[in-house]
C-alpha cells in the first residue's frame, strides 16, 4: 500500500515537472512525454479502481498531491516591481 502511494505522488511530481519545463523542449519530445505520462497515469488510475472506489479516489488524490508538491517545491518567484 505503502509503495502505491509513492508511486501515485511520483507520478504527479513527473507531471508537475512534464507541465512546468515541457514547453522548453522540442515539440516532439514535449509530445511523447505527455503521452507517455498520460498513459502511465491512466494505467495507474484503472489499477487503482479495480480494488475499489476508495482507492480510485486516493489514487486521485495522491497524483494531484504530487502535481501539487512540485508547484511548492519549484515554484518561480515573481519579480516584484
Known sequence: M???IVVGL???FV???VGARGPSWRKN???ISEVLLFIVGLSFLISS???GV???VMAIV???AGFYAYGKAFRSEKAKS
Open 54 to 56: 476508495v482507492y480510485g
Open 2 to 4: 505503502f509503495a502505491k
Open 29 to 31: 519530445t514535449e509530445i
Open 62 to 64: 495522491e497524483i494531484t
Open 10 to 12: 511520483l507520478i504527479g
Open 49 to 51: 479502481f479495480m480494488y
Open 15 to 17: 507531471g508537475g515537472f
